[in-house]
């Protein structure tokens, strides 16, 4: 099973990883203001969340390799300027 390593210190809470996620694997706490993996084990290892976060709060271990298909370049190349 794909293993996910949220950095705490390093979130930010903007919450880009809980919109990016196709199978809804994260969540907001508001009381930390942080994200939080609520549904590991949904986590099909797309790696967007990942590739998006703009603090490089999220790492994965334990996961094969395949073509991302939720992965969009030109979308994230668009959201660079605000990261």
Do not use: W
């Not at 990883?17 to 508001?30: G, H, L, N, Q, Y």
């Not at 290892?45 to 395949?66: E, F, K, M, N, R």
């Amino acid at each position: 099973m794909v293993e996910i390593k949220l950095h705490e210190e390093a979130c930010r809470g903007c919450r880009m990883c809980v919109d990016i996620c196709p199978t809804k694997v994260f969540a907001f706490d508001e009381e930390k203001r942080l994200c939080v993996t609520e549904h590991q084990e949904d986590c099909i290892a797309c790696l967007s969340c990942a590739y998006l976060c703009p603090s490089g709060a999220l790492t994965h271990d334990d996961y094969h390799v395949v073509k991302n298909f939720y992965r969009d370049l030109a979308f994230c190349a668009k959201m660079e300027k605000f990261i």
